[in-house]
Every structure is written in structure tokens, then in C-alpha cells.
């Protein structure tokens, strides 16, 4: 049977309203009225302890009446001390055994590089950092007027075998790192004058999921959810749209839950509305809700002349939705959704009825300085870089993102191939998936799931069996979007590819496996699901075994991928494969191919793990953007080859390019299309240039001069404000310049840095993959040429000023208003 998925899918990550409706509702059941939903960020004022402590339960003293608060045991160097999480003996409770952190959290890139295989395998899985178990405690008050509510508190990721207890309960456990986790609190809280409550978190992150740097902590957001016992479902609403030429057909599913012991007679009203907040159609149902159900309502409307959402014109809508009982509303919530068509089929990928061409990146969701722990900025700043750059597209590799993410990919407009960690049918596997599909299934920036990324068991009648489980499920819980599997072995035996919409292919098996493929199985759908694997190290030109690097200049191992921008040939030649993501974006801590300790991050991205771009990275802005590129390297600082022969390597998308050095024309080539041109020449210090021309005329240059010594340091920051919420950073690039403000790109100095205003640094980077310097510091060594600090506001305004000093070198300064 040949699949064609033909499929109007919608979009942007379910959000809940920022403000607060005001309501008058009446007293049910007894109960306090009650005001519409509540959503508070529950990241502030945490205490954080490392290392495993001594839980028990104690029994009250006359044996029965069931177990008080737990008592939690602290050994340190000088006592050991007894912190309750009941806070009618906090006496106890010494802060001095922990720290005061705020969320997200990773510890594990607090630590100390360790050469010890047994922390990481794969090779490398922490990264050489250590895991281990930590615990997290917070208390916080609950108002008596909240009495009666339904109070949940949702974790967005912790990494990982996370177990919480609130005021001594225990509440349960979770052991994914990579899918939310849900807990009501309701019955166990203090209110208002009952008391503080406390939680407490275990997390145990001695096992890994991955083969790459996974962090440790709650690294993502964490909220706490108060509605009316009467309220929309967690991820409760499902928003499919149909096009036609002049309008777009609106299916909205919600589910609504009734938590009281009476039937309750609700009237639910969904507003659809644009970008402005302008309303386009309003509908209403009424219907009676037994005691202690979930009733889901199905309701249709429009858009005419809707706004299609791509990449390009990243167009969203909202359906605000409102439950409401006598007239009066109970519970409010918010969903975002785009307009558009996706269809993949044998010819490729087709968005909003045109082929599509996806210009994809795989990507690990680490970062210079901070490890898994990413504020929003973080996030947002890493998926301009590879915007600016061309791509349109975004996979999560290998698991389901934090999902601020996917809400930037919708606003940002970045297609995303959204996968699930783990090709598993058992009971924990099937609720992992099914939350990621019901939390991410409106998002129009997801076109395509992937149930798993090059499992062992592809290509067996075992794994076919898990594999099809997986994809009956996804299709019941959203039968919009196509499947696929990320493949690197296995795709023609066992049947497995058969229960597939889409087979992925990773790499083309050096002989083109899915050109070979299209033709033997005519009813196979194929996408390029990752590409290239090239490696490199930023600046650098010669491989070093001793320090691990990677020349940029040719291609080394590993040898199943090709030189940057050359995979995108095959695209171009081939477009019934639909796209590709190239592995990686970026680097990523773990993973040090083909070396690995003193290494300790990968060297496949086209930037390295600060942002800054490799030379790959023009070879993919050449391929994917209509701007004129013209880009050589290598540098142009060799002392003591003067006479040698040296070869210049350019990537360029112009037609020809010429090559000058000192104002002598050493040659002019036609450029062949994903392909670098290289010129041979004998090394002499000064300034080489490459003119890029199109039809005959200059329309680009880059220049390459030999630089001397480091003199100054240059400061930019990605923003000249930041917002005083205690979350905000700014990131700022630090570059090691000679006299003439040249970037020196060989320069390693130590740059020290001092900070003045209402912020703090709260990481250091450099992308040095063998760099065993500590990312929670006030200082960094350039490397080759730049090193990266982040800059985090506090919650109040003013004005930081973050200065660099490096001896010898001139002090650089950059102001940033907070606000």
C-alpha cells in the first residue's frame, strides 16, 4: 500500500492565559467560589544538596495512625544533622548543608572532569562528569482562599529516576529525563494557617538514557497548576484545521474533566482568534458532565482567508477557551494553532501545497556554560543562529525538547521532527510516547514524529512488533502527522520499515542505499533523517592526537558521512527524499569522536558548543541562502612556513570566485554547486583575498590576513537589554584582537571577568572540545581566537557592566540595561 500522507495539521505548544480572568463564580458544593486557572512558575528559592541521603518514615509512637512527615538524614564533614520536611521541626533544618538554587538546574556541569570510563561508556556519556544523586526541597505557602481548588505541580524534565514527596508523602516517581511529569497536591496541602508546605525531590542520575551529555537535576521548568475541581484536561485540547481555497475548517477537541461528586451542567466556549486578539468565530456547547468523569467535546469553526503558517510567514492563531457554569466561567485555557498542509509523499515533502525542501539540523539541548539547563534565552538564541544561518527546520535528537522550544519554533517558524527517546511498547515506554504526543500534537511546527533513533533491535521481527505498537498508538493519539524511524541499519529486513508512514534514512550508506531503495521498493516513502557527521574543531587545521582535535581541511573519520554542504547535493539531485537534518548544529558535551579523553564534547557540529561557526558552517549558509557567500580558511598566521606550499579551501554559492594574495590574482575557478574549490599556493605572510562574483559582477569578498600579536580585547553582546526577572541573559562574545582589531586566530589568553549591577555570570565557554576549565567561573582561555560568558539579570533594574581584563591586553566593557 502506498502511503501518502495528505494532512492539515495546526500548531504552537499548548500555553495557558498569561492573565488571569476575573470571575464570580458561585460556591459549589459548600465550597469557597472559586477564580479561573492559575499557572506559577515554580523555579525560585530552591535548596539543593549533593549526594544520597538516609529517607525513612517514622511510625507515630503508638503504632497506628499512619506515618508522619519523613525524616532525612544529612551527613557532612562536621555532623550529621536531621532535616525534616515537616516544618513543625524546620528547627532542624540546617541551610547550611544546602544551597540555595533556582531553576532550571544541571549539578552535573558543576562538576570535575574525571578520566573514569565507568561514568561514561558510549563513549563519554556525562561528558567525563560525574553523575550521581542530588535532592531538592522547597517550601512554599498555600492561601486559604485556595482551599477547594485542584492544585497540580508539573515538572518539565528531570534528569533523572526523579521521586517527590510533598509535607512527607510520597507522591510518586518518574524516571524518564526527557517527558514531563504530573502531581496533585490537592489533598495533601497546608492551607493557610496550617502551615508551610515542603517538597522534596530525589533525583538519581547514576544511569543514563542516552550516549551523550544527559546533566543532572530539574533542568527544565517546573510549574504549580491551580483550576476549579471543573476544568480542561491536562493537555486537554486538540486543534485540527482542513484548507480549502478561501477558508480553513476547524475541528477543537477538548476534554473536560469533573472532579466533584455532583453532575455538573457546563457550557463550554471557544474563541478563535488571530495574532491581534481579534475574534473570528465563536463556538458554544452545553452538555451535562456525570459526577467524577471526563467528558470530551468536539466543536467545529472557521478562518476565512486564513493566514498559512511556514517557515517564512510563521503565522499563529489561539482558541481561548472557557468553561463556564451558571453563567459564571470556572476554568480558562489557551491553546496556539497554525494553518497549513503537509504532505509527504514518494516525491517529497510538500508544505501548503509546494515541494519543500527541508533544510534540517539534529541537535542536543546542551550549551556552553550551563549545561542542560537552558534558559529561554538560551534556547531562543541557539535556534536564531541556525535560522540566520538557512535552516528551516529542527530535529530533537533523540528526544522530546523542553517545550518553550517547540513554542519558539512555531513563533521563529522552524520545522521540527519531534522523537521519542526509547523504541519501547512496555507500560513505562507507551506513557513516555503518549505524553509526548499529547503535549506537543499542537504545534504547527512539528510536520513529522519519530519513534526512535538507531535502536539495536531495527531491522528484527522483535523490534518490528515494538516498532508497530508504537506507530498504532501515535496514529489513534494524532492521525494528522506522518511516522517515521531515525534508521542506520536493518531498513529491509524483519519487516520493519513496512510499519512505517516514512522510512528515515540515516547517512546513504556511502553507496546512495536511498536512491537504490526508491527504486526496489516503489511503495517506500524515504527521508534523509540525518546526514554528514562531519568533524572538525573550530580554528583548527591539523589533527592533534594529544589534544584532540579536528583539521577543517579534510574529511577524516568518521567516514560515513560526506564534507559539509555535499550531503545537500543529494537533495537537489534526488528530491523525492524530502530533506535532510545534518548532524549536529552544534556540539555537544559527550560523544568526543574519534577521540576521546582529553576530550570531552563532540566535534560535529557546524558551531561549536559557544555558537561560534566552524568553516562548515558557510558551506550550509552557501547551500541554503540566497545571500552571496564567498568563505576561505584557513587562517592566515603561519610563522616559520614561509616558502611552503598550502592549500586555500573556499565554500561559496557565487559562480566564480578569485583568488589574490598581496594583490596578485593567484587563480580564478568556477564554482561547482556543494562543492569547495581549493587552490594550491606558497605560504607568504600579508592579506589574501577571495572575490565572489555572480553573472560577471563582484558581489561578495572575504578577507584573510596574517595578524599580529593579541593587543585588546573586543566585547559584543547579542542584546543591549535584558529584562529584570531574575531569568533573562544576555550572551556575550568575547574576541582576542592584534593593534589593527584583527581577530588573532590563534590566540589563548586567560580572560578574567568582573561584573557590576543587578545581574551574575552564570557560565563561561570557549568551544575548546578538550578544555577541562570550569564552566561556573568568572573566567575563561580564549581559544583560538574567542571565548563566550553569560550574563543573567536579577529581579530588579538598573544597569550591568561585565568588564574583561587579560594581561597585557587592553581591557574590554559592555553596558547592558536591565529593565
Known amino acids: 500500500m502506498n502511503r501518502v500522507f495528505k494532512k492539515w495539521l495546526w500548531g504552537g505548544g499548548l500555553s495557558f492565559l498569561s492573565v488571569l480572568f476575573s470571575v464570580e463564580a458561585s460556591a459549589q458544593n459548600g465550597l469557597t467560589p472559586l477564580s479561573a486557572r492559575e499557572r506559577e512558575n515554580f523555579d525560585l528559592s530552591w535548596h539543593f544538596h549533593k549526594g544520597d541521603i538516609a529517607i525513612k518514615r517514622a511510625v507515630k509512637a503508638a503504632g497506628y495512625g499512619g506515618l508522619t512527615d519523613i525524616n532525612v538524614k544529612v551527613e557532612t564533614n ?4 536531621i532535616a525534616y520536611t515537616d516544618v513543625d521541626k524546620a528547627s532542624a533544618f540546617k541551610p547550611e548543608d544546602w544551597r540555595e538554587v533556582n531553576l532550571p538546574h544541571d549539578w552535573c556541569v558543576e562538576g570535575t572532569f574525571v ?59 518518574h524516571q524518564s529525563g526527557y517527558t514531563p511529569s504530573n502531581y496533585d497536591l490537592t489533598d495533601i496541602l497546608r492551607y493557610g494557617n496550617e502551615g508551610k508546605n515542603v517538597i522534596l525531590v530525589k533525583v538519581d542520575a547514576t544511569e543514563y538514557e542516552g550516549w551523550w551529555y544527559e546533566g543532572c537535576g530539574i533542568y527544565r521548568h517546573v510549574w504549580l497548576n491551580k483550576t476549579d475541581r471543573l476544568h480542561v484536561d491536562r493537555f486537554g485540547t486538540y486543534v485540527t484545521t482542513v ?47 456525570a459526577p467524577l468523569s471526563t467528558t470530551e467535546f468536539s466543536q467545529k469553526g472557521a478562518i476565512k482567508k486564513p493566514l498559512l503558517w511556514s517557515p517564512e510567514t510563521p503565522d499563529l492563531y489561539k482558541v481561548l477557551t472557557e468553561v463556564s457554569e451558571n453563567g459564571n466561567i470556572i476554568d480558562t485555557y489557551e491553546t496556539t494553532f497554525g494553518v497549513r498542509t503537509i504532505e509527504i509523499n514518494r516525491n517529497g515533502v510538500f508544505l501548503n501545497g509546494k515541494l519543500y525542501p527541508v533544510k534540517g539540523t539534529c541537535n542536543h539541548q546542551d550549551f556552553a556554560g550551563i549545561g542542560v539547563a537552558l534558559p529561554d534565552k538560551i534556547n531562543w538564541y541557539k535556534l536564531k543562529l541556525l535560522k540566520n544561518m538557512g535552516s528551516n527546520a529542527y530535529r530533537c535528537s533523540h528526544h522530546p ?87 542506520n541499519h536493518g531498513r529491509n529486513e524483519g519487516g520493519y520499515s513496512d510499519v512505517l508512514d516514512v522510512v528515515g534514512y540515516n547517512y546513504g550508506d556511502k553507496g546512495l542505499a536511498y536512491v537504490k531503495d526508491h527504486e526496489k521498493y516503489p511503495n517506500r516513502i524515504e527521508f534523509c533523517t540525518e546526514s554528514t557527521s562531519f568533524i572538525s574543531t573550530r580554528g583548527e587545521y591539523q ?44 556540539d555537544y558535551r559527550g560523544e568526543p569522536t574519534p577521540y576521546q579523553w582529553p576530550c570531552v564534547t563532540s566535534h560535529f557540529g557546524f558551531m561549536d558548543i559557544c555558537g561560534f561557526p566552524k568553516d562548515g558552517y558557510y558551506a550550509y549558509k552557501a547551500a ?8 576561505i580558511f584557513p587562517h592566515w598566521n603561519w610563522p616559520g612556513k614561509e616558502g611552503e606550499s598550502i592549500q586555500v579551501h573556499c565554500y561559496t554559492n557565487c559562480d566564480e570566485v578569485e583568488l589574490l594574495l598581496n594583490g596578485k590574482i593567484i587563480g580564478r ?13 606558497v605560504y607568504h605572510p600579508g592579506k589574501l583575498e577571495a572575490r565572489g562574483y555572480k553573472n560577471g559582477k563582484l558581489v561578495t569578498k572575504d578577507i584573510v590576513e596574517t595578524t599580529t600579536a593579541p593587543a585588546q580585547l573586543a566585547m559584543q553582546s547579542d ?22 582589531g584583527r581577530v588573532v586566530p590563534t590566540a589563548g589568553n586567560l580572560v578574567k571577568f568582573f561584573i557590576e549591577g543587578p545581574g551574575q555570570i552564570i557560565g563561561t565557554g570557549n568551544g575548546n572540545p578538550s578544555s577541562h576549565e570550569p564552566d561556573k567561573a568568572s573566567q575563561r582561555t580564549a581559544f583560538n581566537g574567542y571565548c563566550l560568558v553569560l550574563v543573567q539579570s536579577y529581579k530588579q533594574a538598573g544597569e550591568i557592566r561585565l568588564k574583561a581584563s587579560s594581561e597585557a591586553l587592553k581591557g574590554g566593557e559592555v553596558v547592558i540595561k536591565v529593565k
Open 78 to 81: 562536621k555532623e550529621a544533622v
Open 115 to 173: 578520566n573514569d570510563r565507568s561514568i561514561g561508556s558510549a563513549p563519554a556519556v556525562s561528558g567525563y562528569l560525574p553523575g550521581g544523586i542530588g535532592f531538592y526541597r522547597k517550601e512554599f505557602e498555600i492561601p486559604e482562599t485556595d482551599k477547594g481548588k485542584k492544585i497540580t505541580i508539573e515538572f518539565d524534565g528531570i534528569f533523572r529516576n526523579s521521586t517527590v514527596w510533598v509535607n512527607g508523602q510520597l507522591m510518586g516517581r
Open 243 to 289: 484548507v480549502s481555497p478561501n477558508e480553513a475548517a476547524v475541528t477543537i477537541k477538548t476534554t473536560v474533566k469533573n472532579e466533584y461528586k455532583a453532575a455538573k451542567n457546563i457550557t463550554l466556549i471557544s474563541k478563535i482568534v488571530d495574532k491581534k486578539g481579534v475574534v473570528l468565530d465563536t463556538k458554544t456547547s452545553s452538555q451535562l458532565i
Open 401 to 487: 525538547p523542553t517545550p518553550e522550544l517547540l513554542d519558539m519554533c512555531d513563533s521563529l517558524g522552524l520545522l521540527v521532527l519531534d522523537e521519542n527517546r526509547l523504541l519501547s511498547s512496555s507500560e513505562e515506554g507507551i506513557n513516555d510516547l503518549t505524553t509526548m504526543l499529547y503535549r506537543d500534537r499542537n504545534h504547527p511546527s512539528i510536520f513529522m514524529w519519530s519513534m526512535e533513533n538507531e535502536e539495536a533491535i531495527q531491522g528484527t521481527v522483535t523490534g518490528a512488533r515494538i516498532l508497530e505498537t508504537l506507530v498504532k498508538t501515535t496514529h489513534q493519539i494524532d492521525p494528522t502527522r506522518p511516522v517515521t524511524a531515525a534508521m
Open 543 to 586: 589533527n592533534d592526537w594529544g589534544k584532540g582535535y579536528v583539521s577543517n581541511l579534510r574529511l577524516w573519520q568518521p567516514n560515513w558521512g560526506p564534507l559539509p554542504g555535499e550531503d545537500w547535493a543529494d537533495i537537489v539531485k534526488y528530491p523525492y527524499l524530502g530533506g535532510l537534518f545534518v548532524w549536529t548544529g552544534f
Open 624 to 631: 541554503w541562502t540566497n545571500e552571496p557567500v564567498v568563505h
Open 669 to 681: 575557478q568556477k564554482a561547482v554547486p556543494y562543492t569547495k574549490l581549493i587552490w594550491k599556493l
Open 719 to 740: 542584546c543591549k537589554m535584558i529584562k529584570a526577572d531574575g531569568t533573562d541573559v544576555a550572551v556575550i562574545q568575547v574576541a582576542i584582537q592584534d593593534a589593527k
